[in-house]
Structures are given as C-alpha cells and as structure tokens.
C-alpha cells in the first residue's frame, strides 16, 4: 500500500503546528523502514510534533542505531524507543516503551533521564499498572487501521465508566486514531491519542480538511 505523506507549503506547516498545540499526540513511527523516513521524521519536529515513539518490531540493533543517528539531535528527546532501550540512554532519548516483546523495566533505568510508558489493553491493566508508569496506551479504542482484523473492544459505557472513575489521567487512545475522531477521543476523557496508520495514511490532499475539525 502506498502511504502518502509530503511537505509542500508552509500552509501545511502551520497545519501541523496547529494540530499539534490543541491535543497531545503521539506518533509511532510505521514498523518497516522506508526511504526518507528520517527526513520527514525531522519536519514534523520542526513542524511540533512532540513525541515519535520509535517501533520498528524485529529491526536490529545495528538498523535501530542507523535510524537514531539521523534524527537532529536537537530532536532525540522527543524520541520513545520500543525495543533495544539501553539505546535510549546512549543517545539521550526520551524514555522507553514496554511491550511484549520487552516486559521487564530495566534495573539501569533512571526514572530523572527517560519516561516510562506501557501498553495496555484492558482498563483493569491500565489501574493494575499505571500508577508506576508516566503514561499508558490503550488499545483498540477503534478498529484497527493498521492491523487488519484487530477490533475495537472498548464499549461506549466501558470507556464512560473509566472517565467517570478518573482513570484515563494518563492514558493515550490508541487504535483506529483518525484526524477525524480525535475531538471524540477528547470527549472520551482520554489524556491523548496516539497515531499510527490514521497518521501515515493521510492523504495530503485531505489534511487542511482534517484540521479544520479540530
């Protein structure tokens, strides 16, 4: 599938700038590498995205160190990393993600250097666990974009529930996040949303639309 993404204006700049000041976002990065990938990662810095979190399920080491080193360093700290975390230190990252394929905090980790953020996807996980993390993702608030298949799980009154109760102070949506759906996110009573395949996706040709919603 082609994923279309371009930096024609300064009109598209100011677009992001603005979406970018009126909810917290996360964007996580698509999970195979691609040419160019650096450069725009590096625009939407300068445009004001705040964090990337950088997944890339299965990359080595060596690919993970190739990609970091061509992000401004001026920009790393905005930078979550997935997998390889001792990497987060060595290059002044700005915290790690846990996930299935690395559960465990790390005893080097120092709370004063790197965030701590998890996955979750269920709202007794996310009050079992969120209290020792500085932020949770839950997941899927939505039909996946995408993992094809991977269905929303959360009811209207479930995820009522959770806003009435004060749960969701720290937890970002993620799943199905679409510039089209974040004022519900919002609604919902989540902290943010985190963005992938609503992100990448995007025709450019339908963002100043898309932004105009917000």
Same mark, same amino acid.
């Given at each position: 599938?082609?994923?279309?993404?371009?930096?024609?204006?300064?009109?598209?700049?100011?677009?992001?700038?603005?979406?970018?000041?009126?909810?917290?976002?996360?964007?996580?990065?698509?999970?195979?590498?691609?040419?160019?990938?650096?450069?725009?990662?590096?625009?939407?810095?300068?445009?004001?995205?705040?964090?990337?979190?950088?997944?890339?399920?299965?990359?080595?080491?060596?690919?993970?160190?190739?990609?970091?080193?061509?992000?401004?360093?001026?920009?790393?700290?905005?930078?979550?990393?997935?997998?390889?975390?001792?990497?987060?230190?060595?290059? &002044?990252?700005? =915290?790690?993600?846990?996930? +299935?394929?690395?559960?465990?905090? $790390?005893?080097? %980790?120092?709370?004063?250097? /790197?965030?701590?953020?998890?996955?979750?996807?269920?709202?007794?996980?996310?009050?079992?666990?969120?209290?020792?993390?500085?932020?949770?993702?839950?997941?899927?608030?939505?039909?996946?974009?995408?993992?094809?298949?991977?269905?929303?799980?959360?009811?209207?009154?479930?995820?009522?529930?959770?806003?009435?109760?004060?749960?969701?102070?720290?937890?970002?949506?993620?799943?199905?996040?679409?510039?089209?759906?974040?004022?519900?996110?919002?609604?919902? &009573?989540?902290? =943010?949303?985190?963005?992938? +395949?609503?992100?990448?996706?995007? $025709?450019?040709? %339908?963002?100043?639309?898309? /932004?105009?919603?917000?």
């Amino acid at each position: 599938m082609l994923f279309c993404f371009f930096f024609v204006s300064l009109a598209d700049m100011s677009g992001f700038l603005y979406i970018f000041a009126t909810m917290k976002l996360v964007v996580i990065t698509r999970p195979d590498f691609y040419e160019g990938e650096t450069d725009i990662c590096n625009k939407l810095f300068v445009s004001g995205m705040q964090s990337l979190h950088f997944r890339k399920p299965g990359a080595s080491r060596e690919q993970l160190v190739e990609w970091i080193e061509g992000i401004e360093p001026l920009f790393r700290k905005r930078i979550i990393l997935h997998d390889h975390h001792d990497l987060a230190l060595q290059y &002044g990252l700005g =915290g790690i993600h846990l996930n +299935g394929r690395n559960p465990n905090v $790390p005893g080097w %980790l120092d709370r004063k250097l /790197l965030s701590l953020s998890c996955s979750c996807h269920a709202i007794a996980e996310v009050e079992a666990c969120q209290k020792g993390f500085d932020y949770v993702f839950l997941s899927p608030i939505f039909d996946s974009i995408s993992k094809q298949g991977y269905k929303s799980c959360f009811s209207k009154e479930e995820l009522g529930e959770a806003k009435r109760r004060g749960i969701l102070y720290n937890v970002y949506a993620l799943g199905g996040i679409t510039f089209e759906n974040l004022e519900e996110v919002k609604d919902m &009573g989540f902290c =943010g949303a985190a963005m992938l +395949g609503g992100f990448w996706r995007a $025709p450019n040709s %339908l963002w100043g639309e898309q /932004l105009a919603k917000l």
